[in-house]
């Protein structure tokens, strides 16, 4: 026989040993499911996981997840429990429950189950040790895809959040004839950044302004990248012969701005934006005068 | 191809039909020098509606061409540019410093008018 089969076969049978040590395993786990379920539970509490949720409801997940886990343990497929912890993160992800909570109490219920087999298996060390070679990999992986299922859950839902966000258009609305604001409120990152300028750069078109005020009251922080993009709009508009004035620059900003040293000569700034519709009306030859007899007045 | 250069009044209308080649922008500016200076005009408009690409070739000959007929003391004005061609011009900074730009022909005529008013 040559070595090569001499390990297959060996292999073989290791994997033979391993599912039936498994299937012992998973035997004595099904058998002590109530009692083990709870101390698990108990376990969770102690440790201050899961304060997003009460008792009763950790101890129904608790069931469902142990379930799941013995029957991971059971067949050594992992789909199911793919497809169990993404409904589960889908739950609790909206009530708060953090990642490090997840990989917590996962890495809990393997100890507690661990602990369960040296306490059965105490008097025979060889046995215990054949165990724990079939159960810690096992246990591991497990471990492993509820974690990666949580992350990836988490990740989904801040992915479709940015979409939700970035889909909140900003409005280029038109005050005046020939005159536009464009209000930004949240953060800008390149790429709205970029759609703003297409939209505002577009508006200007069909309404054929002249004067543009761009107001960044709203904007919390600014970038280097954002501000040289700012820029960028103000000449582009320039090239359509539009004006732009830029409202609403925060102490921050101004300061960020004149730290990173990007080039506002060309940018036409006011502090707020009344004090910007007015210079563009004054730039449109507008004259806003109050009528006596209002009614408000 | 030759871009028709029409005279209105004290103004010169050039017109580009399509994306021209480096000689035709030379060609451009000369014509356009000479008819300044034959018709005496004050001020010149090239609308480049029809452009869907400017190089910076195509940049700088309209700037020099601005630069040139202000010396014969007439303004230019740029009008047309597509937004999208907008965008990436500055992306690549062409920024066309002190070349007046206009929305389109009509507010090109209206700029240069009030340049002509204020110069009178």
Do not use: C
């Amino acid at each position: 026989m040559s070595s090569s089969k001499r390990s297959a076969n060996h292999m073989q049978r290791t994997v033979a040993q391993s599912t039936e040590l498994l299937q012992e395993l998973v035997a004595h786990l099904r058998q002590n499911r109530t009692q083990l379920r709870e101390e698990w539970a108990n376990r969770i509490t102690e440790a201050q996981l899961l304060t997003a949720m009460t008792k009763e409801e950790i101890f129904t997940e608790a069931t469902s997840v142990y379930d799941n886990y013995v029957e991971t343990l059971a067949t050594g497929t992992f789909e199911a429990l793919q497809s169990y912890s993404r409904n589960l993160s889908e739950r609790i992800i909206p009530r708060g429950v953090e990642t490090h909570e997840v990989v917590g109490i996962v890495l809990l219920l393997r100890d507690v189950l661990a602990r369960s087999l040296f306490a059965k298996y105490q008097g025979d060390f060889t046995m215990l040790n054949r165990i724990l070679d079939a159960y810690e990999p096992a246990a591991n992986r497990i471990a492993n895809t509820v974690a990666v299922g949580f992350v990836q859950e988490r990740e989904r839902v801040i992915r479709q959040q940015q979409e939700a966000i970035r889909e909140l258009s900003t409005p280029v609305l038109q005050v005046r004839e020939r005159l536009l604001i464009l209000p930004i409120i949240g953060v800008i990152d390149p790429q709205r950044a970029r759609q703003l300028t297409e939209q505002l750069l577009r508006g200007i078109r069909t309404n054929r302004a002249k004067v543009v005020v761009i107001d960044i009251t709203g904007v919390a922080a600014m970038d280097a990248t954002v501000a040289n993009h700012l820029v960028q709009t103000v000449e582009a508009s320039r090239l359509l012969g539009a004006t732009v004035i830029v409202t609403g620059l925060s102490p921050e900003i101004a300061q960020t701005i004149v730290t990173i040293g990007v080039d506002l000569g060309k940018m036409n700034t006011v502090g707020d934006l009344q004090g910007g519709i007015e210079q563009a009306e004054r730039l449109l030859g507008y004259k806003v005068v109050p009528v006596a007899d209002n009614a408000l007045s | 191809m030759e871009v028709p250069i029409l005279k209105q009044g004290r103004f010169l209308i050039a017109t580009i039909q399509a994306a021209l080649s480096d000689a035709d922008l030379l060609q451009l500016r000369r014509a356009l020098i000479d008819k300044v200076i034959r018709f005496r005009s004050h001020g010149v408009i090239v609308d480049v509606t029809a452009l869907d690409v400017m190089d910076s070739f195509a940049t700088r000959t309209l700037r020099d061409i601005t630069n040139v007929i202000r010396l014969r003391g007439a303004d230019t004005v740029i009008v047309g540019i597509q937004p999208e061609v907008a965008f990436a011009m500055v992306q690549l900074g062409l920024t066309m410093e002190g070349v007046a730009t206009a929305l389109d022909l009509e507010e090109g005529l209206a700029h240069l008018q009030r340049r002509a008013a204020r110069n009178t």
